[in-house]
């Protein structure tokens, strides 16, 4: 079945960049979507259609793809921002998503 | 604005069944899919299926294929999720979730429920 490569956890300083990626065969050929959740919470979409940024999400927020890859990245990252971060791309049979990335700010 | 919200926490016995509400406020309730995804404990998202609810089509993942019922009541803007065969692997965060452009179905969702904790244990 197809599946969604996300590292466990990526830790980043105030300030700083953060990059999550997500892999899978069939992201050339299908969008890829970016939820964030903190905890005890719903998820929260950030990213839609790779890149976009619906109305409301911060700026810092933004999305791009490369070949099998999509990467969320969060620039100047705030103490706000710590969770987990989940991406998910839908194909012709079924929605998936990636097991999930912990966005730690030391 | 656009706003799910869902039915309270349910406890179950292995083997019954649970049905989960989820009423949807501020916009038109027919123009878009809803869908339902799971978290278990400490683990990550699981889309389970899709229900259009302009005429109550389906759509269920394999895993949950006899096993879930996806509904809609058009009057009350609610659509329901019924899961039974109920074992401890299905405790988890239930979630309705509105695909997020009209005519997509399990595509993208925004906005989300508040999620509906089922707890089975005998």
């Known amino acids: 079945s197809y599946e969604l490569t996300q590292p466990p956890s990526v830790s980043v300083s105030p300030g700083q960049t953060a990059r999550i990626t997500c892999s899978g065969d069939?992201?050339?050929?299908?969008?890829a979507y970016w939820y964030q959740q903190k905890a005890g919470q719903a998820p929260v979409l950030v990213i839609y259609?790779?890149?976009e940024r619906p109305s409301g999400v911060p700026e810092r927020f933004s999305g791009s793809s490369s070949g099998t890859t999509v990467t969320l990245t969060i620039s100047g990252v705030q103490a706000e921002d710590e969770a987990d971060y989940y991406c998910?791309?839908?194909?012709?049979?079924?929605?998936?998503f990636g097991g999930g990335t912990k966005l730690t700010v030391l | 604005q656009v706003q799910l919200v869902q039915s309270g926490a349910e406890v179950k016995k292995p083997g019954a069944s649970v049905k989960v509400s989820c009423k949807a406020f501020?916009?038109?309730?027919?123009?878009?899919?809803m869908n339902w995804v799971r978290q278990a404990p400490g683990q990550g998202l699981e889309w389970m299926g899709t229900?259009?609810?302009?005429?109550?089509?389906?759509s269920y993942t394999q895993k949950f294929q006899g096993r879930v019922t996806m509904t809609r009541d058009t009057s009350a803007s609610t659509v329901y999720m019924e899961l039974s065969g109920l074992r401890s692997e299905d405790t988890a965060v239930y979630y309705c979730?509105?695909?997020?452009?009209?005519?997509?179905?399990?595509?993208?969702?925004?906005?989300w429920g508040q999620g509906t904790l089922v707890t089975v244990s005998s």
């Open positions: 979730a509105r695909d997020r452009i009209t005519g997509n179905a399990g595509v993208c969702f925004d906005p």
């Open positions: 501020g916009y038109t309730f027919t123009n878009y899919y």
């Open positions: 229900v259009n609810p302009s005429d109550g089509s389906t």
């Open positions: 069939a992201l050339p050929k299908q969008y």
């Open positions: 259609k790779d890149s």
């Open positions: 998910q791309s839908a194909g012709s049979s079924a929605t998936v």
